[in-house]
């Protein structure tokens, strides 16, 4: 019964692909975000989506398009990938905006080469 | 712009002494503070939540405070033990998103 599950865990693929990872929670909450964490460990917001509409899209190439088919669901496609996409990606979820604090999924490693 | 920072950046201590962890936030208009755990490879583990009319909270060996108005909190981990050993993220929200520091890498040693 896990609360933000993600998947794939792991991804390896090659430049110029096309891959989506795909996020589900089960807590019944309002907003869904995706975060990135780079080499160096450090998490900054990609997207945002309250009740399936995107509220933040923060400096992001647009090859990476978000995609809330409901509100218990974010998913997130990347074209063309590139070399500097690989990182952590982390999906997560929290009730009525961020007063109530995140809950994380586990991550999704992508490895570009 | 928000900016977190945590010193120290890593921690090495022996098994079962006290430690803080600190966070400096620079604007102190937020709604909430949250303090995370991520262990190698693995996900975020909240620990603490800490809304901005609040002084601290407690869970077990944990007790995280907060100074909002000097853009500071701690983390106080008392009777360290070596499974304490991971990363502790502190993160900030504007009521938008949540605002991350770097972490602070500790290490417990047996």
């Known amino acids: 019964d896990t609360a933000v599950s993600q998947t794939p865990k792991y991804l390896v693929t090659q430049m110029g692909n096309d891959k989506s990872i795909k996020c589900e929670q089960n807590l019944g909450h309002d907003t869904m975000y995706w975060y990135k964490q780079d080499s160096k460990k450090f998490l900054k917001i990609m997207f945002s989506y309250n009740n399936k509409e995107l509220i933040i899209n923060e400096t992001v190439p647009n090859r990476f398009s978000p995609k809330s088919p409901d509100k218990a669901h974010l998913n997130l496609h990347i074209n063309s990938l590139e070399l500097g996409d690989s990182a952590v990606y982390f999906c997560?979820?929290?009730?009525?905006?961020?007063?109530?604090?995140?809950?994380f999924g586990s991550g999704t490693r992508l490895t570009v080469v | 712009k928000q900016e977190v920072t945590q010193i120290p950046a890593a921690l090495s201590v022996p098994e079962g002494e006290n430690l803080v962890l600190n966070c400096s936030f620079t604007?102190?208009?937020?709604?909430?503070l949250q303090w995370f755990r991520q262990d190698p490879g693995k996900g975020l583990t909240s620990l603490l939540l800490i809304q901005s009319s609040q002084r601290e909270q407690t869970s077990g060996r944990l007790n995280a405070s907060l100074d909002k108005s000097s853009g500071r909190s701690t983390l106080y981990i008392a009777a360290s033990q070596p499974g304490d050993s991971a990363t502790y993220l502190c993160a900030v929200t504007d009521g938008n998103q949540f605002y991350f520091g770097t972490g602070t890498s500790l290490t417990v040693i047996p």
């Open positions: 604007d102190s208009a937020i709604y909430n």
């Open positions: 997560a979820s929290s009730r009525q905006g961020v007063n109530y604090g995140y809950t």
